[in-house]
């Protein structure tokens, strides 16, 4: 729960770095203003200088001579720039099936993302279907495209792979093809640098761009820059990835293809795989995989979502070329899905993106599958939002944005048509930005699910711990229902708190119901009758695998309106502390102090009430120990004859360490 007030704390800093940044350009007249002879000329804009520290910042590197001086790891923002989230373990290699690459080309590219530690724009872009994606790439027309942190944190929360864009354009870059390909050993040379910032800043690897014409006897060394990048990438970074993208041939013309053949398959053979650009028509699909043999999975067909050339026209239509692809069994590279965005396609940003890739969800079904691994937890953070909230409690009321801050993403089904179902940033959440919101009608005694994860977790011996916040209003009724599998075998679980409510018939449907636990009901300043509401269970499934959580809905005949908060999965050896604690009083006994209360928690603040000893010793009995924590802190408050009692956080602790 730290983390959100240290980012708070950044968000402020943040701004007013901004302001004081921001003031010499606004004190800059307008040119067709008059200017009075007395005022001074106005400053020049302040040149930037990474070797001074300022807001820390993202943004690619335009020249050679920067990749190969390595000057932006002496840079004041290098170590900002850094992804701190891993790719987790079971998503390293990748998967033997078509995939899905993105790239994201978007109004030249850091934009509201380069803010390493966040902006203040509630409506900035982001991506969260990362459930149907296995690789995204950052791309703009620079040099080198490092990707920024965010990005990377959030789709490595996902399991998505990462990719920065080496790209060689235009004019100038026939002066920069020059330079890096003079040599083999100044091919050699770059390759290993781009390796090396893949590496330090923690991302996957690379997109390869050479969009010029060459001359032949320049394409061994080309050869020899590709193969090199691909074998120190492969060496540096497990599961990491070179694509090749499908402009200069052999022979060193700028033809594109369309597909994999004998004119780029010789690069394609040194790397990860071929990004065909997007002119191709319906066989070259299938073409390109006969050529690719048995890396057809290798070859990912380019989509442009603007619809310039493509198969199918992209657009809402995307899914016309995502079939064919589907159906010839290849991989997909999705060309600029930021086109949602930039075009406004209405009603609102929200609404039209969960629309578009709901159409790709359609075509190709989910891609990749979570909770895999324990813990697993989500408080439905997308990223940006008006107002961060802990634990129930408004901590600030500025908007922001910062795809670092995103937790692992619902797997809405925007086909919903009876609830509608969406994350509500706009609105209160109990910690982060967001919180799911149900919205709609149920028939009497009617029920609904939705889904909300589906994962792949595999359980062992030790129980299942599943603690979830949730508030309700008027007469609609939320549980949490699991799904579950062992060979052939399925089962179902109903988690909720009211299980007397559910008609027998619904209950006949789950092999089991249970009653989860209150743990906490939070404070509310603003409302009296909502209020949220912390239950958690524990249930053990040896050998199953955890395949679905879906949200049941149930109600009587009012408008439903219910919203989950967060969930928080993680499997642990329940320990559990039994402790007698007895203690004096300084200066002998004082028979105004008529009884103690007894608290446990980390501070004060969060301690949760145990009981009361009208004597002076207590006995903890059975006291459910949450994984991860080493030390229990209780509180024992002095309660006087008149009512009054001590400070809990003046009252005298027993710290008890807890052995694993
Ligand atoms: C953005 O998220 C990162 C990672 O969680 C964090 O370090 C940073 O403080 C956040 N910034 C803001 C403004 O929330
Ligand atoms: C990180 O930021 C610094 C300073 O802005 C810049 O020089 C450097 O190139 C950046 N590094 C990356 C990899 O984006
Ligand atoms: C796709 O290719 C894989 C591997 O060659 C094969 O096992 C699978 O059956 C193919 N699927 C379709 C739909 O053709
Ligand atoms: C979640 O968002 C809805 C949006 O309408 C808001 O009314 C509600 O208060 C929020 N839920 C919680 C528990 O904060
Ligand atoms: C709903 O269930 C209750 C109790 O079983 C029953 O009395 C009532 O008639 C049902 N309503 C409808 C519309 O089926």
């Not at 950044?10 to 203003?33: G, H, Q, T, V, W």
């Not at 000057?71 to 992804?83: D, G, V």
């Not at 390109?288 to 290798?298: I, P």
Request: charged share 20%; glycine share 6%; proline share 6%.
């Amino acid at each position: 729960m730290n983390t959100f007030f240290t980012t708070l704390k950044n968000l402020f800093n943040l701004l007013l770095s901004l302001l004081s940044r921001l003031i010499p350009s606004m004190a800059n007249p307008k040119p067709d203003e008059p200017q009075s002879p007395t005022d001074p000329p106005p400053p020049p804009p302040p040149a930037f200088d990474p070797s001074k520290p300022s807001v820390p910042i993202s943004y690619p590197i335009k020249d050679l001579k920067s990749l190969e001086s390595r000057s932006y790891f002496e840079s004041f923002h290098y170590p900002f720039n850094k992804s701190s989230v891993p790719l987790p373990a079971p998503d390293v290699a990748a998967p033997d099936r078509p995939r899905m690459l993105v790239c994201h080309d978007m109004m030249g590219g850091y934009a509201d993302d380069k803010w390493v530690q966040g902006g203040s724009n509630a409506e900035a872009y982001g991506i969260w279907h990362w459930h149907l994606i296995d690789v995204f790439v950052y791309f703009s027309h620079n040099l080198v495209s490092v990707p920024p942190p965010c990005w990377t944190n959030a789709a490595h929360t996902h399991g998505v792979k990462v990719l920065g864009t080496f790209l060689v354009e235009w004019d100038e870059g026939i002066v920069i093809a020059d330079k890096l390909l003079s040599t083999k050993e100044s091919a050699i040379l770059y390759a290993e640098r781009l390796t090396e910032l893949a590496d330090a800043l923690g991302f996957d690897g690379w997109l390869i761009n050479m969009e010029v014409k060459l001359k032949v006897d320049k394409i061994p060394i080309l050869k020899e820059f590709v193969n090199h990048l691909t074998q120190t990438m492969h060496a540096s970074v497990e599961g990491s990835l070179v694509i090749w993208y499908d402009s200069v041939t052999k022979d060193g013309l700028l033809r594109y293809q369309n597909e994999l053949n004998e004119n780029n398959k010789p690069f394609f053979d040194l790397c990860d795989g071929l990004f065909a650009n997007y002119f191709w028509q319906k066989d070259s699909p299938k073409r390109s995989a006969s050529f690719a043999g048995a890396r057809k999975f290798d070859v990912y067909m380019g989509i442009d979502v603007f619809g310039r050339g493509t198969y199918g026209g992209g657009e809402w239509n995307t899914h016309v070329a995502l079939d064919v692809l589907k159906k010839d069994n290849v991989s997909a590279a999705l060309f600029a899905p930021g086109w949602v965005y930039e075009s406004k396609q209405g009603p609102d940003f929200e609404t039209a993106q969960n629309r578009w890739w709901g159409l790709v969800e359609k075509s190709w079904g989910i891609l990749r599958n979570y909770p895999k691994v324990v813990p697993f937890y989500s408080n439905f953070d997308q990223g940006h939002g008006y107002h961060v909230y802990i634990e129930g409690s408004q901590a600030a009321d500025v908007p922001w944005n910062n795809l670092s801050s995103q937790t692992f993403q619902p797997v809405l089904d925007n086909n919903q048509r009876t609830i509608k179902a969406f994350i509500n940033f706009k609105d209160a959440a109990y910690t982060g930005g967001a919180n799911i919101t149900f919205e709609g009608n149920l028939e009497d005694n009617a029920t609904l699910t939705t889904r909300l994860f589906r994962g792949k977790l595999h359980l062992e011996d030790l129980p299942l711990h599943i603690t979830y916040s949730v508030m309700q209003d008027g007469k609609s009724r939320l549980g949490l229902s699991l799904g579950f599998s062992k060979n052939s075998e399925t089962k179902s679980i109903l988690l909720t708190t009211d299980a007397e409510f559910i008609a027998d018939q619904l209950k006949t449907q789950f092999d089991m119901v249970i009653n989860p636990v209150l743990v906490k009901i939070s404070r509310r300043e603003s409302s009296s009758t909502s209020r949220w509401i912390l239950k958690e269970t524990t249930i053990k499934m040896r050998g199953y695998t955890l395949n679905e959580i879906n949200v049941l809905h149930y109600s009587g005949k009012d408008e439903l309106h219910d919203t989950i908060l967060e969930t928080d999965l993680r499997q642990q050896g329940t320990k559990t502390v039994s402790v007698k604690m007895a203690w004096k009083l300084e200066g002998g006994d004082n028979p105004s102090f008529v009884k103690y209360n007894i608290y446990v928690g980390k501070s004060a603040q969060e301690a949760k009430y145990l009981g009361v000893a009208k004597v002076r010793a207590f006995y903890v009995s059975d006291l459910v120990v949450v994984p991860g924590v080493s030390n229990l802190i209780f509180f024992i408050q002095v309660c006087s004859s008149d009512g009054t009692s001590q400070e809990l956080d003046s009252s005298p602790t027993y710290k008890l360490a807890v052995k694993g």
